[in-house]
């Protein structure tokens, strides 16, 4: 299995631009994240999906939008790229809620200049 | 709303002595607590999770405990080695029940 994984693992975006970050798990679980991390600081919840077709927002979902259509996959789309948003984003999913592990992808790490 | 504190400065230790993490939180009663080990560059990877009806949890060298009534969890590494440096995360379960607040994390150095 290949658990996690994230692409692209860099990317420098101008202010204003767009990109859609990719997430795939292939554990069969149906929770999945998406989190930001800054320098110094803990991960943040953007967003986050209990299955396919439902999606929820986090702790700081501004500036992002995702959709979950399948199982595996849990893009993260950024519209009108800023500064603000320059960070490491990591993916995760767990089989279940609460007590499952999370298990996190590499992380894509973003400059918006 | 929650607040979860882990000491922000780094925690340098000589190998073979065994290291204690603190992650003290406000504002909440978690059901449970998760900690996670996260290497420069590279995303977090779960170690140990207790629950709150549980005092102490033992994985090999590492143990955790658990104090709902101070609100605070210690995370121990025994017989510390350099290849434990890293940082690391408590996590406590959103009032939401379906993610996880994350601390910003303690870093650990383990000298030879």
């Known amino acids: 299995n290949a658990g996690v994984t994230q692409t692209p693992k860099f990317r420098i975006l101008k202010i204003g631009q767009s990109m859609t970050l990719q997430c795939t798990q292939d554990?069969?679980?149906?929770?999945m994240y998406w989190y930001r991390q800054d320098p110094g600081m803990g991960l943040k919840l953007i967003y986050y999906s209990v299955g396919a077709g439902i999606t929820d927002k986090g702790e700081v979902p501004n500036g992002y939008n995702v959709s979950r259509s399948t199982t595996e996959d849990f893009p993260l789309r950024l519209e009108l790229a800023a500064p603000s948003q320059t960070s490491v984003y990591f993916c995760a999913s767990s089989y279940g809620r609460r007590t499952d592990e999370q298990y996190f992808g590499p992380g894509t790490r973003l400059t918006v200049t | 709303s929650q607040k979860i504190e882990q000491n922000s400065e780094a925690l340098n230790i000589q190998e073979g002595k065994t290291a204690t993490l603190t992650c003290n939180y406000t504002?909440?009663?978690?059901?449970?607590l998760q900690w996670y080990r996260q290497d420069p560059g590279r995303g977090p990877v779960f170690l140990l999770l207790i629950r709150e009806n549980e005092k102490e949890k033992r994985k090999e060298r590492l143990k955790v405990t658990f104090d709902t009534t101070l609100k605070q969890s210690l995370f121990h590494i025994t017989a510390s080695q350099p290849a434990d440096s890293a940082t690391y995360l408590c996590?406590?379960?959103?009032?939401?029940?379906?993610?996880?607040?994350f601390g910003k994390g303690t870093s650990l150095l383990v000298t030879p």
């Open positions: 504002n909440y009663s978690p059901a449970y």
């Open positions: 554990m069969n679980h149906n929770y």
């Open positions: 996590a406590l379960d959103m009032s939401s029940g379906y993610a996880l607040n």
